[in-house]
């Protein structure tokens, strides 16, 4: 579980005025290991930002990069913008629903992988694009997916 001590550390990284809120959930999600904002970090945001509980949970439900649900260790992000999709990026799915069961906005039941469909990575020219955690992978095919799982752990 994510400290308090350590969401109060990274507010304080960011001057409480409204443009730097979803900066601050960003980077409370992503020092979190399971990816997400949990109701200990919308408490703090609330106080931080000087906000309503639910004006905070109102802005992170509002947007798809941000959790309000546990996730793995590692989000597989794939582009689901149609460049990426006719180039292969529509396989790349296909082997997580039959290999893994794992559809978007599911998590493995081990808790290690959760799959996200996700706009354009701004990788275009080298579709198709994926992202894991914050590394982004281009020329993305099935072969070179297994390879980055088995790396997984
Ligand atoms: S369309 Fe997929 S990275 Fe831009």
Known sequence: MQEISEIKQILNKYSPQKENIIKAMHDIQNNNE?????????????KYFKLTKGQIYGIASYYSMISLKPRGKYIVSICKSPVCTSKGGKKLFEYFEKQLNLKPKTTTDDGLISLEAVECLGRCGKCPSILINNQVYTEMNVEKLQQLLKNLK
């Open 34 to 46: 399971h990816h997400y904002l949990s109701e200990q970090a919308l408490d703090e945001l609330s």
